[in-house]
Nanobody, 126 residues
């Protein structure tokens, strides 16, 4: 699965941004999808994940209630809607895919994901 993330940019604190990730159509539906981020000098961290069928989602505590992940299997895309952005949300955001036979599984560990996009930079100014 090839992944291409887009939508990053500069936004003021309190603002919103929508990230999108396009996957190659082949086998996209066989993967649960996740978003991760990495700030300068920090390790990559989990942001959110969505199951193959879109029924289950999970979020990091730091973004719960502010970020929403969704997917469109017909278009092989996954999105991350980010609201009430804070300066600490500044990071490079990556979308990732993990093959699974289960329709409702989500994963939070980077090592569970086999495919990664190139990342898109989100900068939140205070």
């Amino acid at each position: 699965v090839q992944l291409q993330a887009s939508g990053g940019g500069l936004v003021q604190a309190g603002g919103s941004l929508r990230l999108s990730c396009a996957g190659s159509r082949r086998a996209f539906n066989m993967n649960l999808m996740g978003w991760f981020r990495q700030a300068p000098g920090k390790e990559r961290e989990f942001v959110g994940a969505i199951s193959r069928n879109g029924y289950n989602t999970q979020y990091a505590d730091s973004v719960k209630g502010r970020f929403t992940i969704s997917r469109d299997n017909a278009r092989s895309t996954v999105a991350l809607q980010m609201t009430s952005l804070k300066s600490e949300d500044t990071a490079v955001y990556f979308c990732a895919a993990a093959y699974t036979r289960r329709m409702e599984t989500v994963q939070v560990t980077p090592n569970d994901y086999q495919y990664w996009g190139q990342g898109t930079l989100v900068t939140v100014s205070s």
